[in-house]
DNA sequence: ATGTGTGAAGAGCTTCACAGCC
DNA sequence: GGCTGTGAAGCTCTTCACACAT
C-alpha cells in the first residue's frame, strides 16, 4: 500500500490549550484581525509558538506559510472541535446565587455554551426572568428535558435536592451533569457526571495568582 | 561531605493534584478516617496509587509502611503547601451574582480560603449584609484595603469599573488580583492579575463532563 | 500480610532547528 | 524576509516493580 496512514493522538494537554486559544482569538477576531502567526498567539496566551504549530498541526495544515493563520479558520475548527456549538442544550437547575451568574454569563456570550432552561422549586422564582430565561418549576424537569431534547443539566441547588434532580434528569435523558453540590452523588449508570467544588476551583485560581516563586525547587535529603 | 542533598523540583501536576487530594481528604476527615492508604485515596480521586505515593514523597516521609498516611497531617501539609490559610486575606469587589455566589461559598467552607470584606459602588447594596459580611463602600477601597492588611483582590465588576478598582487595589497595596471581567486590564508593574473568562471555564468543565471518547485518537495523513 | 518509598523504565509532551513555501 | 510544519532531541511526568518497614 502506498498510502500508510499514521495516528496519533491528540495530547490532553493541547485540548486544554485550545480553549486558550479559542478566547484570544475571540477577541483578535472583534478587533479585526483577520490572520494572526504562531509568534503572535503565543505573545498573547503567554507560550512558546513552536507549541501552537503542533498543536495545530493535529487538525490538518490549517496554516499559510510566510502569512499565517486564519483567524476565523481556527475559530471554526476549535468550536467544532471543542463541541462550543450552540446546538448543544443545557439545563440550569436552582437559580440562586451559582445559578444566576452562570445565567447572566450565558446570556452574555453565545460563544461558550448555550442554556436554554431555568428551573426551581421555590414558588418565588418560578416564572421570574433571569437572563433572558422565564424560570420553570422544577416538578416538570423531567417532561420539560424530554421535550426541549436537553442534553446536558447543570446542577446548582443545596445538597438535599440534589439526589431528587439527577433522577428527573436521567429519567428525562440527560446523560452529563455538572454539579455544584457537594459530591457524592448515587450516578445512575451511563450518566456523567462531574462535581466541581466551587471553594477548590477559587483556591486553585487564587493559588496560580498568588504566582509562588516559592514551588519551583524544593530540598530533599538523598 | 557526608550528606549530599538532592533538590528536586516538585512538578506542577502534583501541585494540581493536591487540591483533589485536599478535596477528598477533607471528606475522609468527616467520615471518621484516621489514616488512609494510597490506594483508597487513588480510588476516590481515580488515579493510580503509586503516583500518589510518589506525589506525597517530595514532602517528606509522610507515610507508615503497613498502615497508610494519617489524614490530618496530610490535610496540614496541603493545606501550608497550597496557602489555604485563612490568614491570606482576600476582598470581594463588586456585589452583583458572581461576587455573592462566592461570598456564600466562603461562608460556609473555611477549608478553602477566606474573603474578609466586600466592597460594592452601588448605594443599595452598601450596608446590606451577604454571605456574613457587611458590604462596604467602593470609594473607601484603598484605605480599607490598607488598614485590614489584604493582600488579594477578586474582581467581579463590570467592565468598565475594573481599571478604576485595580488602580485602588494597586494603591492599597494588593499584589495579586484574580479577575472575573473581561481580560485586558493595564496591569501596574508587580500586580499579578489572572483573567477568568467564566463562559470559558464553565465549557471547559462541560466538555470534560461530556465524556468524548471522539478525542482519544485521530487519523493524520502520513 | 499490608502498604510505603523510590530508582529505573517507559510514556508523553515540549522545544529545537531547519526544510519548505509564500 | 516571514512563517508554517515536523522529525528528532530533550525534558518531564507516570508507571512499574520491588526492597523495606510495620
Redesign the interface.
Known sequence: MK????????PKET??RL?TY??ALV?LSREGNKTVSSYKLAEICQLNPSIIRKDFS?FGELGKRGVGYNVESLLLMIRSE???DPA?K?AVVGI???G???L???G??P???RIVAAFDSHPKKIGKKVGGLTVENASKLEKRVKTLGIQ?GILAVPESAAPQVVLSLAKGGVK???SFAP??LTTPKDM???C?????E???????????KL????????
Chains 1, 2 share one sequence.
Request: net charge positive.
Open positions: 498510502y500508510n496512514m499514521k495516528y496519533k493522538a491528540i485540548i486544554g480553549f479559542f478566547r477577541c493535529y471543542l463541541k462550543l448543544i443545557i440562586g446565587n451559582i444566576k451568574a452562570l447572566a454569563y450565558s452574555f456570550k460563544d461558550g455554551f446536558m452529563a451533569i455538572l459530591c457524592q456523567n457526571v462531574i466541581v467544588d466551587l471553594s477548590m477559587m483556591a486553585r485560581l487564587l493559588y496560580y495568582s498568588m504566582g509562588q514551588h519551583k525547587a524544593r530540598a530533599r535529603k538523598s
